[in-house]
């Protein structure tokens, strides 16, 4: 099974800001089947990006995905308040187990 | 609008079984495989299980294999989770979740495009 570790835990950053997270994986992700989730209080995850770099339907440019093999990064060029949430990664590219990484939490500062 | 309903949610004593369904609209539900995933209180996401379009494809996380069974039925637009032998560290909110590949053949490989609001599942004496 493939392991995702996120880092770091907790970032804590101002609107405005340009912010990086960052997903790395135990083995390489196959054909980059690597997906992002924000996730905010009381509500059910959204899919951002999915296959490593691609934006789901009606994410904002400001969110971009990258990385390949092991490593991979969530940017954002500009933060925007509502932007302040847990953010998760996944591996769907590897049998037998769909994985998560443990999620970093984006705080306003 | 696409949207997923789930049910079936509750409190249950250890031992016991429990039965989740979902309730899918907006989309053409057989050309989507659709997945369970939990999240513990406070906790992160941990997949559940998957089922491709036609049932061919179905695959369980470690952790529920050889307790929990997935099916659907794309006459009704229907998902479930029949959850037997239940136990505390199954105690979770379940989402419903559609997958955003069309006719995906390996149900791992699909990423997870539209998600239910969950429905809450305690385990407990």
């Known amino acids: 099974e493939i392991v995702l570790t996120q880092s770091p835990g907790t970032l804590s950053l101002s609107p405005g800001e340009r912010a990086t997270l960052s997903c790395r994986a135990s083995q390489s992700v196959s054909s980059s089947y690597l997906a992002w989730y924000q996730q905010k209080p009381g509500q059910a995850p959204r899919l951002l990006i999915y296959g490593a770099s691609s934006r789901a339907t009606g994410i904002p440019d400001r969110f971009s995905g990258s990385g390949s093999g092991t490593d991979f990064t969530l940017t954002f060029s500009r933060l925007e308040p509502e932007d302040f949430a847990v953010y998760y990664c996944q591996q769907y590219g590897s049998s037998p187990s769909i994985t998560f990484g443990q999620g970093t939490r984006l705080e306003i500062k | 609008e696409v949207q997923l309903v789930e049910s079936g949610g509750g409190l249950v004593q250890p031992g016991r079984s429990l039965r989740l369904s979902c309730a899918a609209s907006?989309?053409?539900?057989?050309?989507?495989?659709m997945h369970w995933v939990r999240q513990a209180p406070g906790k992160g996401l941990e997949w559940v299980s998957g089922?491709?379009?036609?049932?061919?494809?179905?695959a369980y996380a470690d952790s529920v294999k050889g307790r929990f069974t997935i099916s659907r039925d794309n006459a009704k637009n229907s998902l479930y989770l029949q959850m037997n032998s239940l136990r505390a560290e199954d105690t979770a909110l379940y989402y419903c979740?559609?997958?955003?590949?069309?006719?995906?053949?390996?149900?791992?490989?699909?990423?997870?495009?539209?998600w239910g609001q969950g429905t809450m599942v305690t385990v407990s004496s």
């Open positions: 089922i491709s379009w036609h049932s061919d494809s179905i």
């Open positions: 979740v559609k997958g955003i590949t069309m006719i995906v053949v390996v149900v791992q490989n699909d990423a997870f495009e539209i």
């Open positions: 907006g989309f053409t539900f057989d050309d989507y495989a």
